[in-house]
Structure formats: C-alpha cells, structure tokens
C-alpha cells in the first residue's frame, strides 16, 4: 500500500512540476506579451507600439537597490545608442513596480531618465509583472522588432555587448 502510495504521489508530482514548466511564456523565441501602462504625465503606452524596434523592457522598482543601482548605467546605454533610438531602431522601457507615484517621479528625476517609463503602482500584484513571470528585480527581458523575446536577464557589459551585437555597432 505504501509503495502505491508513494508511486503515485511521484507520479503527481511528475506531473504538476511538468505542468508548471510548461506555463513558462517568457522564453526567448516566445512573443512577448502586450504591455499597456500608464506613464508618469498619466498618459498611456502599448509596447505594441514600438512595432519594428529592439525594446530592452526594464522591470525595475524605487525600493529595490540593484535596480536604483543599474539606472546609471542604462542611461550611459540610451545615451550609447541615441542614434538607434533616433532611428526608430531602439527604445527601453522601464516598468516601474512601485506602488507610490512620488517616489517613481522623483526616481525618474534623480536619474534624469528620458526613455519611456511606465506603471500601475500596483507593485508585485501588477498584471504585467506576473504575465513577465517578475520573481525578482532587476528583471529585463529583450525584444526583437516583431515582438518575439531575444534575451532576458541581460546586465552590465552583457547586456551592452548583446545590444552591440544586435543593433549593428562596432
């Protein structure tokens, strides 16, 4: 009895662990879900807009130091590559997991940010978050021009190279 028992609670978990593998959209080669947020001016953004470009997507958040950490640097990249993103080639978006716009304002000043930035506020609850699988932060995930992921969790001199690499620059 014991043996079946055992049997079949490996069986089930064979099975849910499969299951929940299988659930995983946020693979390269995968489409990349619609992001439709609102920006600090309250104005709204669809990533489907920027059809046609590489989209670095940034899950950031005011309270998680790594990603306060990282902003510098990325806009050292946006700067880097202005003429791709003159070019309609290249674009970030940032997506804020705060929950208090103040803060998220204020962040976006401090850094002096100038890509696209947008939120709900609605912190890990955030139904975009969870349809990018967000478990930890900084989190990026980078779109080709038909919205189909490239990379994801790409940082530092990695992410500088593959951008590089990608966008044409020696």
């Known amino acids: 009895m014991i043996r079946i028992k055992t049997f079949f609670s490996i069986l089930l978990l064979m099975i849910c662990t499969g299951y929940i593998s299988a659930q995983n959209t946020i693979e390269t080669g995968k489409k990349a879900p619609e992001i439709t947020l609102t920006r600090p001016d309250g104005s709204s953004f669809s ?74 506020l609605k912190f890990w609850k955030s139904p975009v978050a969870k349809s990018y699988e967000v478990d930890e932060l900084p989190f990026n995930v980078i779109i080709n021009g038909e919205g189909t992921i490239i990379a994801k969790n790409l940082h530092g001199k990695e992410l500088e190279n593959f951008l590089k690499q990608n966008l044409n620059q020696k």
């Open 47 to 120: 990533l489907s807009s920027l059809k046609n470009r590489l989209v670095l997507i940034d899950f950031w958040a005011t309270w998680c130091a790594p990603c306060m950490d990282e902003q510098p640097e990325l806009k050292v990249l946006y700067e880097q590559f202005s003429d791709q993103v003159k070019d309609k080639k290249f674009e970030i978006v940032g997506v804020s997991l705060d929950r208090n716009k103040e803060s998220w304002g204020k962040a976006i000043q401090r850094f002096n940010i100038n890509w696209i930035q947008v939120s709900d």
